[in-house]
């Protein structure tokens, strides 16, 4: 039996159903769209994390904010590679 994720509830929770943001980028089931938009999400928490951190404020658990950062290049250098869904290459033919 295959689990379905829950986009809805994976954007308002990241961290309940991935470990790591680089298990939002290696999940099959998910759009580009999506994944940015889970990953945004888990990037407002990671940065209000990292304001508890300064303030002593958290139990031990750490923010996942230089991933999250990382991941989402990933996805934008992805999105920029000739080889992707626009079929555009650097070059001086393009459109504008």
């Not at 990241?14 to 290696?26: G, I, Q, T």
């Not at 999400?41 to 750490?62: I, P």
């Not at 869904?85 to 033919?93: A, H, I, L, R």
Request: a negative charge; glycine letters at 8%; hydrophobic letters at 35%.
């Amino acid at each position: 039996m295959t689990h379905i994720l829950d986009i809805k509830a994976a954007k308002s929770n990241p961290s309940k159903f991935f470990a790591a943001p680089k298990d939002v980028l290696m999940h099959p089931g998910l759009s580009r769209e999506a994944k940015i938009d889970i990953l945004r999400s888990w990037e407002v928490d990671a940065r209000l994390m990292s304001v508890a951190e300064e303030e002593n404020m958290t139990d031990g658990e750490r923010s996942h904010l230089g991933a999250v950062v990382s991941a989402l290049i990933a996805l934008d250098d992805e999105r920029k590679r000739p080889d992707t869904e626009t079929g555009t290459g650097p070059g001086k033919s393009g459109g504008n």
